[in-house]
């Protein structure tokens, strides 16, 4: 996580403990306006998310700047396509920081949609078959 995001991390955490510590209508209101402006956080990412992960990994998740595609280039979508095809899954933690940031912005440069995570955790394809479907090679869903 660069350091801007560790911060927002840290953040979101405070504010989710101050929410959950409170039943004032006002006061969460507040705390859901603070979190709404660091990131896509809701009230039901609030209210929902000890459901599937602990408070740290949802912050850590929600604080992670998801990169436009329009600020991305097919080179850089290559870079880290490469990168992610090559760890481990010992490294599954880096896989899904790389996916969650860069992942609709490479779908967005090579005009596929719902494909990334699955070709990466499903399908365990390699990179040279990720840029071959991609490409458009051998099919798949297209972005309109």
């Given at each position: 996580?660069?350091?801007?995001?560790?911060?927002?991390?840290?953040r979101i955490r405070e504010l989710v403990?101050?929410?959950?510590?409170?039943?004032?209508s006002k006061v969460r209101a507040g705390?859901?306006?603070?979190?709404?402006?660091?990131?896509?956080?809701?009230?039901?990412?609030?209210?929902?998310?000890?459901?599937?992960?602990?408070?740290?990994?949802?912050?850590?998740?929600?604080?992670?700047?998801?990169?436009?595609?329009?600020?991305?280039?097919?080179?850089?979508?290559?870079?880290?396509?490469?990168?992610?095809?090559?760890?481990?899954?010992?490294?599954?933690?880096?896989?899904?920081?790389?996916?969650?940031?860069?992942?609709t912005a490479i779908e967005f440069v090579?005009?596929?949609?719902?494909?990334?995570?699955?070709?990466?955790?499903?399908?365990?394809?390699?990179?040279?078959?990720?840029?071959?479907?991609?490409?458009?090679?051998?099919?798949?869903?297209?972005?309109?």
């Amino acid at each position: 996580m660069t350091p801007e995001e560790i911060e927002v991390s840290t953040r979101i955490r405070e504010l989710v403990t101050a929410y959950e510590k409170t039943e004032d209508s006002k006061v969460r209101a507040g705390i859901l306006k603070e979190a709404s402006s660091l990131r896509d956080i809701t009230e039901y990412d609030f209210e929902n998310y000890w459901r599937s992960q602990s408070l740290e990994e949802f912050a850590d998740f929600a604080a992670i700047e998801k990169i436009k595609g329009n600020e991305f280039s097919k080179d850089e979508a290559m870079t880290v396509l490469k990168e992610v095809c090559a760890l481990t899954p010992e490294d599954v933690d880096r896989i899904v920081y790389l996916l969650t940031k860069y992942g609709t912005a490479i779908e967005f440069v090579f005009k596929k949609s719902d494909y990334i995570w699955s070709a990466v955790f499903e399908e365990n394809k390699s990179y040279s078959e990720v840029i071959e479907d991609l490409n458009g090679s051998s099919g798949g869903a297209i972005c309109l």
